[in-house]
């Protein structure tokens, strides 16, 4: 919330300006630095943007649909109405991770702040308002789910709400399926039933 503040605050055209509105995209797309820096050659269709996946360790670059939430939209529309751009200015990786960290400097922010924290972000704020972690390893285009659990730091104020979700479904009547094999065939028959303790 510091940084949203920060980013309406700073003045149009500024570096920290410049730097904090594509990180921020970062942090509701979860777009990685690379695929950032080549976002000139996307296509944005309403809330979709079709872009190539830019990953360092393949030879083949993929296409990827990725919805966008209207607040990340709305990061795109400032550059494009501040600078005339497309997409975000691009500075050097060099330059926005020192801006980046002055920025988290400035704003007393505890986390080293660099660009890779966006997706980071992106990651815990979907778990935290209830994504599924499934979609979530599609959304950022990983193949092992091991390596989307990397990017997803549970705190306190996450495992409350789960808690109280389950005490929730407790209070309701439980279903239970049973399945038995009909004699002398090879039918599974569900049989569901209403429990209430």
């Known amino acids: 919330m510091k940084l949203k503040v920060y980013y309406t605050q700073l003045p149009i055209g500024s570096a920290h300006r410049r730097v904090l509105q594509r990180f921020l995209f970062s942090c509701c797309s979860s777009l990685r630095l690379g695929d950032l820096k080549n976002l000139h050659a996307a296509k944005l269709n309403g809330q979709e943007l079709t872009f190539q996946i830019q990953k360092t360790y393949e030879k083949k670059l993929e296409e990827m649909m990725l919805p966008l939430t209207k607040e990340a939209i709305s990061y795109l529309k400032d550059a494009h109405r501040e600078e005339g751009l497309v997409v975000f200015y691009n500075y050097t990786d060099q330059f926005s991770n020192r801006a980046l960290k002055a920025i988290g400097w400035t704003l007393e922010i ?88």
């Open 110 to 197: 505890e986390t080293d702040m660099h660009h890779h924290i966006g997706r980071e972000t992106f990651a815990t704020e979907f778990v935290r308002r209830g994504g599924s972690i499934a979609v979530f390893q599609r959304l950022i285009d990983h193949t092992k789910i091991e390596t989307t659990m990397k990017y997803v730091h549970v705190d306190n104020d996450m495992k409350r709400p789960a808690i109280q979700m389950l005490d929730e479904q407790n209070e309701a009547p439980m279903t239970v399926v049973a399945c038995f094999l009909l004699p002398r065939t090879k039918v599974l028959l569900p049989i569901v039933a209403r429990l209430s303790f």
